[in-house]
């Protein structure tokens, strides 16, 4: 009598296959969770270190001040440029107009005419804090850094260049990195101590 071969799985194949693909899934959650956040964390960094970038070289190409000013509450960061001179004043280097509200409508952050504003959206679960020469947002002239058209420096509401370091942290979960503005309008990014692994930034 001929016996059929049969095909397929056996009941222990199967369940042994689905122990494995449970296993396998659970190491790979953390792992995926941790690109998420870091590829967020990168996304923010970037934005806001493009932002002081192309502000300090609008401020010398165009030969106005520009202010930039992060809201940490919100959070969000934008840029505005001085409309010009003063009238009867001769004088090109007075901010005229308050740091935008980058979370309102009333002092839009424009730049050269386009929008010069870095916002959350996109980046849920990131934060920020501000720390050393007052670049947080504030409804006088003496919020954020004001880069010089002359030199590309930054200065402080009197025009002298700061003697201090703005500096900015952007954290998502156990990661964070560290943005610096030189008193020179150089900006350098940095992964603090405290903050674990990121790629692409050396160590504070």
């Known amino acids: 009598m001929r016996h059929r071969q049969q095909t397929g799985f056996t009941l222990v194949e199967l369940m042994v296959t ?27 960094t970037d934005d806001i270190v493009n932002l002081l970038n192309t502000s300090r070289i609008n401020s010398v190409k165009l030969q106005r001040q520009i202010n930039v000013s992060v809201n940490k509450t919100s959070w969000c960061a934008g840029a505005i440029a001085e409309a010009g001179p003063v009238s009867g004043s001769g004088d090109a280097l007075t901010l005229a107009n308050s740091p935008c509200d980058c979370t309102a409508t009333t002092v839009a952050c424009l730049v050269d005419g386009g929008s010069a504003l870095v916002s959350s959206s996109g980046y849920s679960g990131v934060t920020i804090t501000t720390a050393n020469g007052g670049i947080a947002y504030t409804s006088n002239t003496n919020g954020g850094v004001t880069f010089n058209p002359k030199l590309g420096a930054v200065t402080d509401s009197s025009g002298s260049i700061l003697n201090t370091t703005p500096t900015i942290v952007v954290a998502i979960g156990n990661f964070s990195t560290q943005i610096t503005v030189s008193p020179l309008g150089q900006t350098n990014v940095c992964v603090p101590s405290s903050s674990s692994f990121v790629s692409g930034y050396p160590s504070c």
Do not use: D
């Open 18 to 44: 689905l122990a494995v693909l449970v296993i396998l899934s659970t190491l790979a959650i953390p792992s995926f969770s941790s690109l998420i956040k870091k590829s967020r964390l990168r996304g923010a």
